[in-house]
């Protein structure tokens, strides 16, 4: 079954391109409004040799600002789940975080601390952290209440309940969240990269932009949705070797 959708996706995607491709020779639509995906790809394989720089960069940002975000949800999420005090009071924070566009945000940040790395991870730390805290509060309430009743009654701590039942317990949502994140953190990265750096993938884009080099922004395009794929099917395969109980 699995296979067979794989072969007609790839199959779709084939013939998307070959219509795009056509489409272009048909209606002669020059390379600078719209290449083919002939042209887009001669350029991937001309650009790694002069873009490494750049992937490196947006990959670094991307991997250690959703570590930090999610970290930071997970610690969040644990705290409001074991102090339900602690919980009404600052959930309602949490949730205005990401209220907040961080489009507004980013330039703030820039301001307060500059153009170098820092004020990018803090803008993709905060994209990923809401998906990872939300989901693990909400995978920690699903916990089953008759066992939690069982491990009492053989006098198991709080903590030992938090620790051996409800943590794994949560571990499916904790793995939507963070699959979620990872997208959102290259997505992140090359809007922090657009508000000012020196370098990265959203600079290639912006350069390439300006200079009607669509083909280029087109291979930047290509390399952001092979970084958030890579990251996405990482995470995907923990998730089954984890969550080997679904």
Known sequence: MKKSIISYSLLSVLVFLLLWEGSTYVFGIEKWILPGPVVIINEFFVS??????????????????????????????????????????????????????????????????GFGLESKLIVVSLICFFPVAVSMLDG????????IIYMKMEGASRWDIFLH????????????????????????????????????????MTLASHSFRTDRVFVAILLIVLLSTGLFTAISFMERKLVFWL
């Open 48 to 113: 790694l040799y002069f873009i490494h720089e750049d992937l490196y960069y947006t990959a670094e940002v991307a991997i250690v600002g959703l570590l930090i975000g999610v970290l930071f949800g997970m610690i969040t999420a644990s705290l409001l789940h074991f102090f339900p005090t602690m919980r009404k009071i600052f959930y309602p924070y949490v949730v205005f975080s990401q209220n907040i566009p961080i489009i507004a945000m980013a330039p703030l940040l820039i301001i307060w601390f």
């Open 140 to 147: 920690f309430s699903h916990s089953d209440e008759t066992l």
């Open 165 to 204: 039942l409800e943590c794994p317990s949560a571990l499916p949502s904790f793995f939507s969240g963070l699959k979620l994140s990872a997208t959102y953190s290259v997505m992140g990265a090359v809007i922090a990269e657009w508000l000012g750096s020196e370098k990265g993938l959203g600079v290639m």
